[in-house]
Each structure stands twice: as C-alpha cells, then as structure tokens.
C-alpha cells in the first residue's frame, strides 16, 4: 500500500478545505498571512525533519510512500507540515467562531 | 541520549517565549487550548493509525520510551510546538495585516 501516507495526508485536509470558504470563517480572504504562518514554520521543520531523518531518530517504511525523495524525505513529508499548518489554522477559527460572544 | 525528547521540549519552550514576545497570548486564549485539545484528539486518531501500521519508524536511543497507544509522547510534543508556532504567526500576521481582504 505505497499511498498510504498520502492518502491520509489528502483525506486529513479535504474537509477542512471544503469548509475554509464557509461565512463564517472565510479563511481563503487572508490567504497571504495563511500562506506565511503555514510556510516560515514548513521550512523549520523540514530542516529539523531531514537532520533527524539523517541522525536516525525515526525513518518511514517504504512500504507506505511512494517512494519519491527530495534530500532524504518523503515527499510526504513535505506536504505533512503544509496539510497539519493548514487544518491547524481551520480548526482553530472554527473553534474561535464557535466561542464568538461566548468567551 | 534523549535527543528527540530534549530537541521537542526546547521547541515548545522556544515557541511559548515566541508567543510573549509577539504579544499574540496564545497561552492566556481559551479558544487556543480548546483547539490543542481537538488536535490532540486528532493526532491520537490519524498518528495511532500511522504509528500502528507502522507507517514511521523511531530511533529508540532517542526517544524515552513512553507512548500513548503506538505514539511515542514525543510526538505530541512535537506536534504541538509546530501547531502553535503556526498559530502564533497566524495571529501575529493577521494582526499586521490592515485589509480585510488580502487582494492578489
């Protein structure tokens, strides 16, 4: 089952990109502060990832990626820290819209 | 030694001085630790069933060995300094920016 990986990664982020349109959070219209606070931390962690990667303090089965690396990660991986910042973001709106006038 | 537990902690600790440097107060927000929680309870789900096939494979000279289910604890921590890091720019940015709408 080489899409394993991927294939959670895209289901963990589908719905969460279905509902970042939804009025009351409306997420798309600040894309530019979504795009930075999602990539500055990506780009720490991918460092982090590869020198770990490298040092040995965990490694992936090949049995469940495609097989396909940029330096010595997944591309999975990659686009791990891409989908969690994203669903990170989403998650903590909805939460924030839900406590409006409650907190 | 402990690489993974060490490097994850000092993440957190960095990340929480990050917060009261921005001034964001993510850690006086109740709608933020309300949404940990939620992530925590998501990871559990997505990060047990990773953890269990298993899709990674750790280090053990470098974790402590404590896990919850099939998840190393490490992995929580480091899950949450990176969850936070993005929340506290997301925030810091979101304050900066004056538009409502981020135009193309």
Sequence with gaps: MKPLYLGILVLTALCPAIFAGHKNIRLYRYWRSMLKAILIPSILFWIWDSAATARGHWGFNPDYILGIHILNLPIEEYLFFLVIGFVSIFTYEVVKSAMKGKA | ?104
């Design chain 2, 1 to 104: 030694m402990k690489e993974y537990t060490v490097f994850s902690s000092m993440a957190v600790l960095t990340v929480f001085i990050l917060d009261g440097i921005l001034g964001t107060g993510l850690r006086k927000s109740r709608a933020f630790w309300i949404f940990v929680l939620i992530m925590g309870l998501a990871e559990l789900g997505v990060n047990g069933f990773l953890t269990s096939r298993p899709v990674f494979l750790y280090g053990r000279p470098f974790i402590s060995g404590l896990k919850i289910f099939t998840i190393p604890i490490e992995d929580f921590i480091y899950g949450f300094a990176f969850v936070m890091l993005v929340i506290v720019l997301w925030e810091f940015f979101r304050k900066g920016s004056k538009s409502e709408n981020e135009r193309f």
